[in-house]
């Protein structure tokens, strides 16, 4: 399998903030890469795929990067409505692996 | 709209067997790949297996030998079954749909916690 790792875990930032997750892959998986955020009692929400490409109707504050093992998902000015917890997922070989996730909170 | 209704025991005692059933509305199951994936506290999300609408297979080989996916396409539905539950196969079950083999989700259940206690 492919391990899927985050970081960090849980990250504290304020309104107005740049943030970025790190996801590191175990082997390469070239760019088939996805960022979900999700809410509690939500199913997880489809923010990025194919590693930088921003799915409709996801703001533009949202942007990923990477390819290979390592990849980053940046939300370039932090929003209250963005506290949630977000995964990363790799979609280059079954089975279907996620990260731990990384809890983003407002200071 | 296609929509995805997870139904089901909420609660299971050890040793039992889980089974889930997934209900497709607003659309046909034929033609896509059905998945199920769980949510645990502990191990976060993890992709359970895949069911496509003619009856083809994938599991994750770390549940391969106590899962099975079907699918009744009469019915518009696809089902769940996990042999030996511990505790450890407490979690929300969603059910979801993927357009071709290598796809992402595109439409999720909202998800049913399955508790195992007895």
């Known amino acids: 399998d492919v391990q899927m790792t985050q970081s960090p875990s849980t990250l504290s930032a304020s309104v107005g903030d740049r943030v970025t997750i790190t996801c590191r892959a175990s082997q390469t998986i070239s760019s088939w890469l996805a960022w979900y955020q999700q809410k509690p009692g939500r199913a997880p929400k489809l923010l990025i795929y194919?590693?930088?490409s921003l799915e409709s109707g996801v703001p533009s504050r949202f942007s990923g990067s990477g390819s290979g093992t390592e990849f980053t998902l940046t939300i370039s000015s932090l929003q209250p409505d963005d506290i949630a917890t977000y995964y990363c997922?790799?979609?280059?070989?079954?089975?279907?692996?996620f990260g731990q996730g990384t809890k983003v909170e407002i200071k | 709209q296609v929509q995805l209704q997870e139904s089901g025991p909420g609660l299971v005692k050890p040793s039992e067997t889980l089974s889930l059933t997934c209900t497709v509305s607003?659309?046909?199951?034929?033609?896509?790949?059905w998945h199920w994936i769980r949510q645990t506290p502990g191990k976060g999300l993890e992709w359970i297996g895949y069911i496509y609408y003619s009856g083809s297979t994938n599991y994750n080989p770390s549940l391969k030998s106590r899962v099975t996916i079907s699918v009744d396409t009469s019915k518009n539905q696809f089902s769940l079954k996990l042999t030996s539950v511990t505790a450890a196969d407490t979690a929300v079950y969603y059910c979801?749909?993927?357009?071709?083999?290598?796809?992402?989700?595109?439409?999720w259940g909202q998800g049913t916690l399955v508790t195992v206690s007895s």
């Open positions: 997922q790799q979609y280059n070989i079954y089975p279907r692996t």
């Open positions: 607003g659309g046909s199951i034929s033609s896509y790949y």
């Open positions: 979801a749909r993927t357009r071709g083999f290598g796809d992402l989700v595109d439409y």
């Open positions: 194919k590693a930088s």
